[in-house]
């Protein structure tokens, strides 16, 4: 999802940790009865049972609950446990039929049929094919301005419409009655099934969205068809989500609330989770304090998984001097990942030397050294030459506010000095405003991260594609880059399009408009009693079959 994870270590492990015994009130019980032959009192009715509360952080406030421009992970979460798609990713990382009975597939492989149950929204109204065409093709309209409307171009007619060369009516997504929703691809797309389980594919209710346009920002006015409901949003402060009734898979949903607070603080939150008043703290909603982690690992009490996700720093490759390629690459050569991860992050992570995680890597080698001075030196020296300059301007690193992105800033402000003789200003904002700078074009370099959607190269390629892309925050283009990417789409053998689509890394890796830092991994700790939250390889988590015993 969006996958411009905010956290440290997120967008895809598990941590579970043994602390807190059970929360009580799961096992009725009853006074004992009098013995045989006495006349003592009835026995008790069995006392009611508590209701099932799982207390969470968030580490900001959730810049949208809309699954149409949704494009985070602290978003995606909300999004996940509040609505619902013809497909849902189970605990064995498969999609499954969720709002969908079934489905047929053409021979061609182009033309997907779905079914759809009977569901509903959570005021009780019935959830339609019509709901899932109206929810594409907004988010596709480009006065929507989803950033994700990309991850719609694999229906026929979708980034036609997007970038207004084709009208809302030729877009292959039809409702041909109120239960069945007709899908006509560009291409066959193998992973269709797992994005049918992301939130841009999620349906609204048309009638709530054209009569509030902020409909999403309240919990009053909030709607969607997932296993809970949005109860409390008290902006920066507070969240609840409560069981939804109406859910069409209710009965297998034991949570009776989710209580979110918004701490930022990784060591308050931390503090919460030692106090007993969150059952979870770290990924994927947050992070671990960096300084806890030797000692959470001595004691035992932190998962770590690691999750098909990467963390970058974007360059503006359109204002001096990253608009020099050789400049862009000194900065990057001359980071060392691995003491970043030895010192800082101590969670198994893996230094990136390609923009593609291990999971799906096209190069397992990567494309270029960690810590090549030598090499970052010659490339500042010789794009310094290019621009006409012998100084070079002030520049400013920009990161989201979070104790580990400062640590790590903080740590390559330092190489840059060390290695390179660059003086480096630090700046941090708060997520949500961060983001929108991000995309504004409002930073010289940036800190970003991707999870991926579904488990393919293609997926942390595309957002490059084109410059005014939804998620191309560095403004950079390549047309021959562009090129590979439109050929892998219709290149049927498996291995020719990993070459194609290797082709493609080179040029990005080569034109460096990112510099890639490590892999990620989720790391977190949780309460005994917590069980059945499902975090996915992609980073995701979905709490439709938690409990707390």
């Known amino acids: 999802m969006k996958k411009n994870v905010f956290a440290l270590v997120s967008s895809v492990a598990v941590l579970g940790a043994a602390l807190a015994g059970c929360a009580g009130g799961q096992q009725a019980t009853t006074d004992p009865k009098p013995a045989e032959g006495t006349t003592g009192q009835q026995p008790a009715a069995p006392a009611e049972k508590k209701p099932q509360v799982l207390k969470l952080n968030l580490h900001s406030e959730p810049p949208t609950a809309d699954p149409g421009i949704s494009e985070d992970t602290t978003s995606a979460a909300i999004i996940r446990a509040t609505f619902d798609g013809l497909t849902r990713v189970d605990a064995s990382q498969q999609p499954v039929m969720s709002v969908a009975e079934s489905y047929e597939l053409s021979e061609d492989m182009l033309t997907y049929t779905f079914k759809l149950k009977d569901t509903k929204w959570a005021n009780g109204?019935?959830?339609?094919?019509?709901?899932?065409?109206?929810?594409?093709?907004?988010?596709?309209?480009?006065?929507?301005?989803?950033n994700y409307a990309y991850q719609l171009y694999y229906v026929k007619n979708g980034e036609a419409f997007n970038k207004g060369t084709a009208s809302r009516d030729d877009v292959g997504v039809k409702a041909l009655d109120d239960k069945t929703l007709e899908v006509k691809l560009e291409n066959p797309t193998p992973f269709f099934l797992e994005l049918t389980a992301f939130p841009t594919y999620f349906p609204v209710n048309k009638k709530l969205v054209e009569s509030n346009p902020k409909w999403a920002a309240e919990a009053s006015t909030h709607m969607g068809n997932g296993p809970f409901k949005m109860e409390t949003w008290e902006h920066k402060s507070k969240l609840v989500l409560v069981k939804n009734e109406n859910y069409w898979d209710k009965d297998t949903v034991k949570l009776d609330r989710i209580e979110f607070a918004m701490v930022e603080d990784e060591n308050t939150e931390l503090s919460m989770f030692e106090n007993g008043e969150i059952d979870w703290a770290g990924s994927p909603t947050s992070s671990l304090p960096t300084d806890a982690i030797p000692a959470l690992k001595e004691q035992k009490k932190i998962t770590t998984q690691a999750i098909?996700?990467?963390?970058?720093?974007?360059?503006?490759?359109?204002?001096?001097?990253?608009?020099?390629?050789?400049?862009?690459?000194?900065?990057?050569?001359s980071i060392d990942r691995q003491s970043l991860i030895d010192n800082i992050l101590q969670t198994g992570q893996l230094p990136a030397m390609g923009a593609v995680p291990p999971s799906m890597a096209l190069k397992p080698d990567g494309f270029f050294k960690d810590n090549d001075v030598e090499t970052a030196k010659k490339l500042l020296d010789e794009g310094m030459k290019e621009l006409g300059i012998t100084k070079l301007p002030p520049i400013t690193l920009s990161y989201n506010t979070s104790e580990a992105h400062q640590k790590i800033a903080a740590a390559i402000q330092d190489q840059w000095k060390k290695n390179l003789g660059v003086e480096v200003k630090l700046e941090n904002k708060?997520?949500?405003?961060?983001?929108?700078?991000?995309?504004?074009?409002?930073?010289?370099?940036?800190?970003?991260?991707?999870?991926?959607?579904?488990?393919?190269?293609?997926?942390?390629?595309?957002?490059y594609k084109d410059k005014d892309g939804g998620n191309n925050d560095t403004r950079w283009e390549h047309p021959k880059f562009k090129e590979?990417?439109?050929?892998?789409?219709?290149e049927p053998d498996p291995a020719k399009r990993k070459q194609i689509l290797l082709e493609a890394e080179t040029i990005l890796m080569d034109e460096m408009p990112v510099a890639p830092i490590y892999f990620y991994t989720n790391s977190w700790v949780q309460k005994e009693n917590v069980k059945g939250v499902v975090i996915g390889g992609l980073g995701d988590v979905d709490w439709k079959w938690a409990s707390v015993e």
Request: glycine share 6%.
């Open 484 to 490: 590979l990417l439109n050929q892998s789409a219709t």
């Open 125 to 146: 109204e019935p959830v339609t094919a019509h709901d899932f065409e109206y929810a594409w093709k907004r988010a596709l309209d480009p006065n929507t301005a989803s």
């Open 308 to 333: 098909a996700g990467t963390y970058w720093y974007k360059f503006n490759t359109e204002k001096p001097p990253f608009n020099n390629v050789k400049i862009r690459k000194a900065f990057a050569y």
């Open 430 to 463: 708060e997520w949500k405003v961060y983001l929108e700078d991000m995309h504004q074009g409002n930073y010289q370099i940036g800190r970003l991260g991707w999870l991926g959607d579904f488990n393919d190269p293609i997926n942390f390629l595309e957002m």
